[in-house]
């Protein structure tokens, strides 16, 4: 009985905890995965493995040895968009989800021939964005033709897919980046409701088989 309330315990951590959980990354940018100031570039967190992202803001830069505080958010800050923030839209979501899952159609894993896709990519996350124009590229296009149009591709993403944007601050507390990272879905207070209760029902009917066999 303590072994099953052991694990209701570990399971209910888990559902909820992001995939980083770094308080500070350093980034590098690898030869071959990237083109111009965008494109694919290496996240070291302070804790947990490496991981590619993109850049959410056009007119923000990082640097590529420093460290880097982090904030774990649902929107871009500061940059083009101000303090009230710019939330992440669902087509880029789907995007970063699709390549860190090393699925996205279209998009070269290789090198050489990654940094071409990386800055096809990293286009049309800015575009969607709101950062820059229409690329007209496979990706951007993949976005709309998934969401059924550009304004839906648009929208916020609303925690649909598993992806979430690191605010990046230099530690001297001034703005640096956004970047995106995948974190795990994290179920609505409903949902935590119905699984602990669906858990400790099972606790409950175990007890009173065990009780019935030890009788």
């Given at each position: ?44 967190p302070s804790t947990g493995p490496n991981f590619q992202s993109f850049c959410m803001e056009l007119s923000e830069f990082i640097s590529f040895g420093p460290t880097y505080n982090v904030v774990f958010n649902d929107r ?129 009917f175990t007890r009173r088989r065990y009780k019935r066999y030890k009788k």
């Amino acid at each position: 009985m303590k072994k099953l309330f052991f694990l209701v315990s570990i399971l209910m951590v888990l559902v909820v905890t992001p995939n980083i959980q770094a308080t500070t990354v350093t980034v590098n940018r690898v030869a071959g995965y990237f083109s111009g100031n965008g494109g694919e570039f290496s996240v070291f967190p302070s804790t947990g493995p490496n991981f590619q992202s993109f850049c959410m803001e056009l007119s923000e830069f990082i640097s590529f040895g420093p460290t880097y505080n982090v904030v774990f958010n649902d929107r871009a800050i500061n940059g083009s968009v101000g303090p009230v923030g710019d939330p992440l839209s669902v087509g880029v979501a789907w995007l970063y989800n699709e390549f860190r899952l090393g699925v996205l159609a279209g998009y070269d894993y290789t090198v050489p021939g990654r940094d071409v896709s990386a800055g096809m990519l990293q286009d049309a996350i800015w575009w969607l964005e709101g950062e820059a124009g229409d690329p007209a590229n496979v990706f951007g296009n993949a976005a709309v033709t998934k969401f059924g149009s550009v304004a839906n591709a648009m929208a916020n993403n609303n925690g649909q897919y598993p992806v979430a944007i690191l605010n990046l601050n230099n530690l001297n507390g001034t703005r640096a980046q956004d970047i995106l990272a995948a974190v795990s879905p994290i179920p609505e207070p409903a949902t935590m409701l119905l699984l602990g209760s669906g858990l400790i029902g099972l606790g409950v009917f175990t007890r009173r088989r065990y009780k019935r066999y030890k009788k």
